[in-house]
């Protein structure tokens, strides 16, 4: 199990939700050597996994939207995998639905989202893909209360996510 020290958690807690769930990533980027990679999935749990997968898709979306999301290589990441499950089961049902709307895009799309592209192609995708934007906005209005109900949960289920060491 992956160990964090109790007073990591206490200082990132003390410093904001975000910072609490970076605690738990940072460790999990560092135990896959900071890629994700298929010899490197087993090494986290499912919760460890979906704890990730918000981190990364917070941190992409909150860049630059579902397009570079999709474009760093992480929408099979967060779309083939149970994510949005795990979020409604984890009381993020909001959310969850969106994931699930956003999902609907990309597998209609998947083929053409995932190709490589210039940058010009890339920055023309944002009107390709409208479509991303209504989400974005939903997510970005709703991303304060979501970092903080995933906290919550992380916080109640601790054993899930580490093995917390004094």
Same mark, same amino acid.
């Given at each position: 199990?992956? #160990?964090i020290?109790?007073?990591?958690?206490?200082?990132?807690?003390?410093?904001?939700m975000?910072?609490? $769930?970076?605690?738990? +990533? /940072?460790?999990?980027?560092?135990?896959?050597?900071?890629?994700?990679?298929?010899? +490197?999935?087993?090494?986290? +749990?499912? #919760?460890?996994?979906?704890?990730?997968?918000?981190?990364i898709?917070?941190?992409?979306?909150?860049?630059?939207?579902?397009?570079?999301?999709?474009? /760093?290589?992480?929408?099979?990441?967060?779309?083939? /995998?149970?994510?949005?499950?795990?979020?409604?089961?984890?009381?993020?049902?909001?959310?969850?639905?969106?994931?699930?709307?956003?999902?609907?895009?990309?597998?209609? /799309?998947?083929?053409?989202?995932?190709k490589?592209? +210039?940058?010009?192609?890339?920055?023309?995708?944002?009107?390709?893909?409208?479509?991303?934007d209504e989400?974005? #906005?939903?997510?970005?209005e709703?991303? #304060?209360?979501?970092?903080?109900? $995933?906290?919550?949960?992380?916080?109640?289920?601790?054993?899930?996510?580490?093995? $917390?060491?004094?």
């Amino acid at each position: 199990m992956i #160990e964090i020290t109790d007073a990591a958690l206490q200082k990132a807690a003390g410093e904001g939700m975000d910072e609490f $769930i970076q605690v738990f +990533t /940072n460790k999990y980027k560092e135990v896959i050597g900071g890629e994700l990679a298929a010899e +490197t999935m087993s090494l986290l +749990t499912g #919760e460890q996994h979906s704890l990730l997968a918000y981190q990364i898709f917070r941190d992409e979306v909150m860049a630059g939207g579902f397009c570079q999301l999709i474009q /760093n290589g992480y929408g099979g990441y967060i779309f083939d /995998n149970p994510f949005a499950k795990v979020m409604r089961l984890w009381g993020v049902e909001e959310f969850s639905k969106l994931i699930y709307k956003a999902k609907k895009i990309f597998d209609a /799309n998947r083929k053409d989202l995932e190709k490589e592209r +210039t940058d010009d192609e890339f920055m023309a995708m944002y009107e390709q893909y409208e479509a991303f934007d209504e989400l974005e #906005e939903a997510y970005l209005e709703m991303e #304060e209360q979501v970092t903080a109900l $995933i906290a919550s949960y992380v916080d109640d289920h601790l054993e899930l996510f580490a093995k $917390i060491i004094k």
